[in-house]
């Protein structure tokens, strides 16, 4: 089974940007949706960004014209760029597989954005 470990989650202040990556233990992103999501305390698990496996994207109202969701076929990686991050953008931020019928999400990457 394909694992995935994201990373580049931090703290930054109000207006900064940051960018996410979601590396693959296999190479799968030529077959699969790829997707972020995001959690906060007492809410569900929300859609931020897709990429499909022929490379279309959507994007969540809430962070279109702010967050780029972009891949690397040859480092089986999947990248979210975040910029102009607002307060309300901090979250844990989830990178999920989807092959078929099969999902797989990594352990989470922590971004707070202070004020």
């Known amino acids: 089974q394909v694992q995935l470990v994201e990373s580049g989650g931090g703290l930054v202040q109000a207006g900064g940007s940051l960018r996410l990556s979601c590396r693959a233990s296999?190479?799968?992103?030529?077959?699969?949706?790829m997707s972020w999501y995001r959690q906060t305390p007492g809410k569900e698990r929300e859609m931020v960004a897709t990429?499909?496996?022929?490379?279309?994207?959507n994007y969540a109202d809430s962070v279109k014209g702010r967050f780029t969701i972009s891949r690397d076929l040859a480092k089986n990686t999947v990248y979210l760029q975040m910029n102009t991050l607002k307060p309300e953008d901090t979250a844990v931020y989830y990178c999920?597989?989807?092959?078929?019928?099969?999902?797989?999400w990594g352990q989470g990457t922590q971004v707070t954005v202070s004020s």
């Open positions: 999920k597989a989807r092959i078929q019928d099969s999902f797989t």
């Open positions: 296999r190479s799968i992103l030529g077959a699969a949706t």
């Open positions: 990429i499909s496996r022929l490379g279309s994207t």
